[in-house]
Structures are given as structure tokens and as C-alpha cells.
């Protein structure tokens, strides 16, 4: 996995805290955008979807990996995720989790505050020890 230069960094988590401002949120007023970067550089942004029947909502995550995947892309670097959350920072639920790993556990997930100021940890450190296309004797197809 090729790291992302600081600047790139910078660029993604300002994407996503861009993206938050396009949440759709009524009932829990809880923004949250996200950036995806591909491995060929694209940069896919999603945010938070509510519906009134709840659990048919989806999350800024899952949003952007969606949109990705719907244009072509199923490799990814990094994603950062951005909400309103001042003092601690927005951390991916856990179907995003699964959902994430679906492309492989090497990747970076770029988890910000509202100062932007971020944390960085893999795939993999979010979701030890996961079931993926590897269990089922398979790999995602590309």
C-alpha cells in the first residue's frame, strides 16, 4: 500500500469534512462525510443518508464505497471520515467496518475531529481478526 503524502492527507480530510455538509440527517442531527481515495487516485466522497424507517438509512462510509465501486473501483489507499465531534474523534460503526474490509484489510482510515486534526489507523487495526472474502476460499474480485 503506497502511503499518502501529507498533503494528500490534508486534501482527503477536508473532502470529507466538505461531504459532511451535504449529510442528510433530520432525526439525529449527526453529520458525517467521508472521502475515499482509490488506488489510481480518484477521490469519491459520501455522507450519512437518514430515512424516517431508520435501519434503511446508510452511513457516509458505505456511501462513498458504494458510489466507488459503482464506477469502477474496488481498490482503495485511504478513507477519511469526518463529523462534528469536537472532542473525541468519529470512528467508522461496525458494518462500516465489515463493509471496509470487504477491499482488504492494508488500507488507512483518516478518523477526524471537527478541527480537523485526525487519527490514523488501518483496516485491519479497526477489525482484528475478520472474516473476509479469504474465508470463504475466495478474494474480492477485481
Known amino acids: 500500500m503506497a502511503s499518502l503524502s501529507p498533503e494528500q492527507i490534508k486534501?482527503?480530510?477536508d473532502q470529507s469534512h466538505q461531504a459532511k455538509e451535504k449529510a442528510y440527517c433530520p432525526y439525529s442531527k449527526f453529520r458525517v462525510g467521508a472521502a475515499l481515495i482509490t488506488e489510481d487516485g480518484h477521490v469519491i466522497t459520501g455522507c450519512n443518508v437518514e430515512n424516517a424507517c431508520y435501519n434503511l438509512g446508510i452511513c457516509a462510509e458505505r456511501n462513498a464505497m458504494a458510489k466507488a465501486v459503482s464506477e469502477g473501483h474496488k481498490s482503495f489507499k485511504a478513507i477519511a471520515v469526518a463529523s462534528d465531534m469536537a472532542d473525541q474523534f468519529i470512528t467508522p460503526c461496525g458494518g462500516c467496518r465489515q463493509f471496509m474490509r470487504?477491499?482488504?484489510c492494508n488500507w488507512d482510515v483518516y478518523m477526524t475531529k471537527a478541527d480537523r486534526t485526525y487519527d490514523k489507523m488501518t483496516v485491519e487495526a479497526l477489525l482484528p481478526v475478520s472474516f473476509?472474502?479469504?474465508?470463504l476460499g475466495q478474494?474480492?474480485?477485481k
Open 11 to 13: 486534501q482527503l480530510v
Open 102 to 104: 470487504e477491499f482488504g
Open 132 to 135: 473476509g472474502p479469504d474465508a
Open 139 to 141: 478474494t474480492a474480485s
